[in-house]
Nanobody, 126 residues
Framework: EVQLVESGGGLVQAGGSLRLSCAAS????????IAWFRQAPGKEREGVSC???????TAYADSVKGRFTIFGDDAKITYLQMNSPKPEDTAVYYC????????????????????WGQGTQVTVSS
């Protein structure tokens, strides 16, 4: 059974930094992708970034390009490094995963993902 557990959320000042973690279990091989989504109150869920664990390909929403970085390690943990966050980045951040049938993956569409974590709150103060 695949499980995703997020951690690292909290309160951060605008211009600071925060690192979110997504610990994945239940995958036998690295044939999956991980994405970060976020949802602010009253807004639709938005894809933030994704990474293929197979070939390392990544994608970012325009709103976070140059500020956020997605990367992983050998322990099946995927991180979202949030640098220079802005108040508009305040949201519940979710980790999601999907099994891959190709190495490269660039989707930030929530309906492409099968497995979801419970979410972690990120609040950016001005």
């Amino acid at each position: 059974e695949v499980q995703l557990v997020e951690s690292g959320g909290g309160l951060v000042q605008a211009g600071g930094s925060l690192r979110l973690s997504c610990a994945a279990s239940g995958f036998t091989f690295d044939d999956y992708a991980i994405a970060w989504f976020r949802q602010a109150p009253g807004k639709e869920r938005e894809g933030v970034s994704c990474i293929s664990k197979s070939d390392g390909s990544t994608a970012y929403a325009d709103s976070v390009k140059g500020r956020f970085t997605i990367f992983g390690d050998d322990a099946k943990i995927t991180y979202l490094q949030m640098n220079s966050p802005k108040p508009e980045d305040t949201a519940v951040y979710y980790c999601a995963a999907v099994l891959l049938y190709s190495d490269t993956w660039y989707s930030l569409r929530d309906y492409d993902y099968t497995y979801w974590g419970q979410g972690t709150q990120v609040t950016v103060s001005s």
